[in-house]
């Protein structure tokens, strides 16, 4: 059974840090790639980060690029996410997601306010 835990959210001030962190289980976590999406409340699911399997290869979008740091350790069988300089606008339940399996964790809430 694919299992998916995340964990390191909470809330912060803007300009803060947080790094969030996904348990993987139940499948080959160093034979796919890996994500982290967000959702806002009211909004649809929004796509972060990738990293490739073997986390030579890593992609963000545009509204987190440069602040955002998406890892792995493959040992572990777990996934990062470094957030820096964090805005309101990231305010968000993240969540991690394998590429090759339609199940997602339930996700850890990110509040960033003054």
């Known amino acids: 059974e694919v299992q998916l835990v995340e964990s390191g959210g909470g809330m912060v001030q803007p300009g803060g840090s947080l790094r969030l962190s996904c348990a993987a289980s139940?499948?080959?976590?160093?034979?796919?790639?890996m994500s982290w999406f967000r959702q806002a409340p009211g909004k649809g699911p929004e796509w972060v980060s990738t990293i490739s399997k073997g986390g030579g290869n890593t992609y963000y979008s545009d509204s987190v690029k440069g602040r955002f740091t998406i890892s792995r350790d493959n040992a572990k069988n777990r996934l990062y996410l470094q957030m820096n300089s964090l805005k309101p606008e990231d305010t968000a339940l993240y969540y991690c997601?394998?590429?090759?399996?339609?199940?997602r964790g339930q996700g850890t809430q990110v509040t960033v306010s003054s």
């Open positions: 997601k394998s590429s090759a399996f339609a199940e």
């Open positions: 139940g499948f080959t976590f160093e034979s796919v790639g």
